[in-house]
């Protein structure tokens, strides 16, 4: 079964655009990346999904259930971290995640008191003494502490320090190893290249591609750096993008048949000749410049 199944979702906002024919389908036990900048429609999908807004058209499933027809059984499964987070000010940390658990029906406390121990978060605190990082810390707790079967995350480090981060990744990984599905939906590539099994390319409200990473990273991609012995030297080819040039180096993302690329090189005068696969990042930027 699909953790999540969304067929031609379309959302918009009176004139503007929210997403229009989205189409996505994430299998269970899998870290899924949803990625595109701010504004690509990240968010309105996973807003969506968990019926805090209702689409103009489409449907969609998590854990087999209707998004809009089951939304309380869904929401006893799934867990959700926002990218912005608010609270009650005047409560300690400990009573908001006690009354969090109470709407699971669950007692909570030994995984409270774990995943605090784990992310360094005192539970004693009010909410208004503290820090914005402190917050998404129990942003964090509240979208683990009932153990649910699928994560569903939205630009989830922000507000964590570098520390904090990787522990948060190292909670991630234990709880996928345990069969949770997460879909983590950013614009940091790197936090998704290091994370994620497969991804999907958000621009304009529009699905661009759906992919395994390796795949991505494999499909006639490449990074080429060129010193040449000649500065004043010109290569051109079809297929070359994000253009670098500082005196006798080149740096370019190539995408085509190396053969032919190879050829071009053949007429200059060469000293030293790289060939990567591009990050994430850099594939990114090829479709969003395509």
């Given at each position: 079964m699909n953790a999540?199944?969304?067929?031609?979702?379309?959302?918009?906002?009176?004139?503007?655009?929210?997403?229009?024919?989205?189409?996505?389908?994430?299998?269970?036990?899998?870290?899924?990346?949803?990625?595109?900048?701010?504004?690509?429609?990240?968010?309105?999908?996973?807003r969506t999904l968990l019926a805090f807004i209702f689409p103009d058209s489409g449907n969609a499933k998590i854990l087999g259930m209707d998004c809009l027809k089951d939304q309380a059984r869904i929401k006893m499964n799934i867990g959700y971290l926002p990218s912005e987070v608010n609270y009650y000010d005047d409560m300690n940390v400990r009573d908001l995640l006690l009354y969090s658990a109470k709407f699971y029906r669950k007692d909570c406390t030994k995984r409270i008191n774990e995943l605090s121990e784990i992310l360094e978060l005192d539970l004693n605190k009010k909410i208004d003494s503290l820090s914005y990082g402190n917050k998404k810390k129990v942003a964090v707790i509240q979208s683990l502490l009932h153990e649910p079967k699928l994560l569903i995350l939205d630009e989830p480090t922000g507000g964590l320090d570098p520390l904090m981060q990787n522990r948060f990744f190292d909670i991630l990984k234990y709880e996928n190893k345990k069969g949770v599905t997460i879909f983590f939906s950013s614009h940091i590539l790197s936090e998704v290249q290091k994370m994620c099994n497969r991804v999907a390319i958000v621009k304009e409200g529009r699905m661009l591609k759906v992919e395994t990473i390796d795949r991505l990273r494999g499909e006639k991609h490449r990074k080429v750096m060129v010193e040449l012995k000649n500065k004043d030297d010109i290569l051109a080819v079809p297929g070359m993008r994000n253009l670098e040039r500082n005196d006798n180096n080149i740096q370019f993302l190539y995408s085509g048949d190396i053969n032919d690329l190879l050829k071009k090189l053949a007429l200059l005068e060469i000293d030293n000749l790289w060939l990567e696969e591009p990050s994430l990042e850099e594939i990114f930027m090829h479709y969003y410049e395509s």
């Open positions: 999540i199944e969304i067929e031609n979702l379309t959302k918009y906002y009176g004139k503007s655009r929210g997403i229009i024919d989205v189409n996505l389908e994430v299998k269970e036990g899998e870290v899924f990346g949803f990625i595109g900048p701010n504004g690509a429609g990240k968010s309105t999908t996973i």
